[in-house]
């Protein structure tokens, strides 16, 4: 149980396309979940807080135009990077808590989404 | 203010090895606590986790007990395998908001 899925695994854009990014809670409903990014060898950076049927909160330093946050039904949150630049090249990773379940506390992480950008 | 605290890498042990990953927390209330396993180029999976102090999680052979006293969460597992070569993080939830982090320490096993 507790999975979460993304799609595409990987894309290759070019510079100045958008690219949306699913993140799918497969077998649980999940109220909230967390979209982060990771720079090779390193740990996680958290962009923002998605929550069902209300605006996302983004963290300290990370521009809303450029990443669009949806979360418009409990089993799936998108992002999509807006007019994307090498320099958003990256592996982006969602994580969803289980609104239901017991153990609402832990974060179930997707298998991540490597971006990169020409 | 919440932060993790790991023990720097890389950590390089031989095959069955012992391991231990150091991690520290600060934190304001009583939060859970986490082991997070990131192999290659995949994302995160929850390694164990402990809700409360003298909690002790385990998984795979790897475990950790809440020290409320040290405040600490080290991970442990007596004998390491090749398929452990990964990243580790250590993380801890302070009242259901996001997961704080450490740095991560990456695992390197050799045969």
């Known amino acids: 149980g507790a999975v979460v899925s993304q799609h595409p695994s990987w894309v290759i854009c070019k510079s100045g396309t958008s690219v949306k990014i699913e993140c799918r809670s497969l077998?649980?409903?999940?109220?909230?979940m967390f979209w982060y990014r990771q720079f090779p060898k390193q740990s996680l950076m958290l962009m923002a807080t998605?929550?069902?049927?209300?605006?996302?909160?983004?963290e300290q330093g990370v521009e809303k135009d450029k990443f669009l946050i949806n979360h418009a039904s409990l089993t799936l949150s998108t992002l999509t990077v807006t007019s994307a630049h090498p320099e958003d090249s990256s592996f982006y990773i969602c994580?969803?808590?289980?609104?239901?379940?017991?153990?609402?506390?832990?974060?179930?992480f997707g298998p991540g989404t490597r971006l990169t950008v020409l | 203010g919440n932060s993790v605290t790991q023990m720097e890498g890389p950590v390089t042990l031989s095959e069955e090895a012992f391991l231990t990953i150091n991690c520290t927390y600060t934190?304001?209330?009583?939060?859970?606590l986490f082991w997070y396993v990131q192999y290659p180029g995949e994302g995160l999976q929850l390694l164990l986790k402990?809700?409360?102090?003298?909690d002790k999680g385990s998984n795979k052979g790897f475990e950790a007990t809440y020290r409320k006293e040290t405040t600490s969460f080290h991970l442990e597992k007596g004998s390491v395998q090749v398929s452990d070569s990964a990243v580790y993080f250590c993380?801890?939830?302070?009242?259901?908001?996001?997961?704080?982090f450490g740095k991560g320490t990456r695992l390197s096993v050799i045969a």
């Open positions: 934190a304001t209330g009583y939060p859970s």
């Open positions: 994580s969803a808590r289980d609104a239901g379940g017991v153990s609402t506390d832990t974060q179930y």
């Open positions: 998605s929550n069902e049927g209300s605006k996302a909160t983004y």
């Open positions: 402990a809700t409360k102090a003298d």
């Open positions: 993380a801890l939830n302070p009242r259901n908001t996001p997961l704080v």
């Open positions: 077998d649980f409903q999940a109220t909230t």
